[in-house]
C-alpha cells in the first residue's frame, strides 16, 4: 500500500491578512481531501529542516503583505515524478492567489508570497517554490509554479542535493532556473528580512 501524501499548512504576516488567507486555502484543502491527502503536522515540525516558529511576524510591514506555507511530503526516488506533479496541478493554487489579489490591497512595492514546499524524506532535501507576485493570472501561476518544480527535480537529479533547502523564486511571472541554497526553512526566512531590511535602510550618497 503506497502512504498518502502528507500536507500542512502555514500562514504569517498581518491579521487582515490572515483573515483572508483562511478563506482562500479552504478549495485548496478541499482539493487535497478529496485527492487523498493526509494532513500531518508530526512530519514537519519534528523535522529540524522544516521547522520555523509559529510566533506573529512583521514580514508584511517589510515588503511582502503575507505569506502561506504549504508543505507536502514524499519520496523522491520512490514516487513516479510525473504522477506526483500531475498531482500537485490538481491543487488551485493560482485561484487562491487571484483570491487573496482581490482582497489585499497594496501599497508601494509589496508583494503577495506563496511558498510551497515539497520535502523528499529519501533524500533529506526540501525543495521551496516563492511565487513573489502582485499580478492576477490562476492559470499562468499553476503553469509557473509547476515549472519551477520540474526544474527543482532535473537539478536535483543531475546534482543531487546541495543543501537541506534549494529554492527556486516565481518573481512576477520569471523563474528562477538555479536553486538558491538554505540549511533551514527557518534561516531562508531570517536571510530573506536581513536583505529586505538592508535593502531599505541603504540609502546612496548624494552628490
Known sequence: ????????????????????????????ERALKDDDWEESSVSFKNNPTLYKRQEPTAV?????????????????????????????????????????????????????????????EDLDVAVVVRILTRTQGAKVIDEQLLEAHRLAHA???????????????VVEGKVDPEPQLFISIESMRNEEKAKMRASRSYRPNRI
Open 155 to 169: 537539478y536535483l537529479s543531475e546534482n543531487g542535493k546541495k543543501a537541506p533547502i534549494h529554492c527556486h523564486r
Open 60 to 120: 508584511s510591514g517589510i515588503e511582502i503583505v503575507g505569506g502561506l506555507a504549504f508543505f507536502t511530503a514524499t519520496c523522491f526516488g520512490k514516487k513516479v515524478f510525473d504522477e506526483f506533479y500531475d498531482r500537485l496541478l490538481k491543487r488551485p493554487v493560482g485561484a487562491c492567489i487571484d483570491t487573496l489579489l482581490e482582497k489585499i490591497s497594496f501599497q508601494g512595492n509589496k508583494l503577495l508570497e506563496f511558498r510551497d514546499v515539497v520535502y523528499f
Open 1 to 28: 500500500m503506497i502512504d498518502k501524501y502528507k500536507y500542512m499548512f502555514g500562514l504569517e504576516g498581518q491579521q487582515h491578512f490572515l483573515r483572508a488567507a483562511i478563506d482562500a486555502l479552504e478549495p485548496i
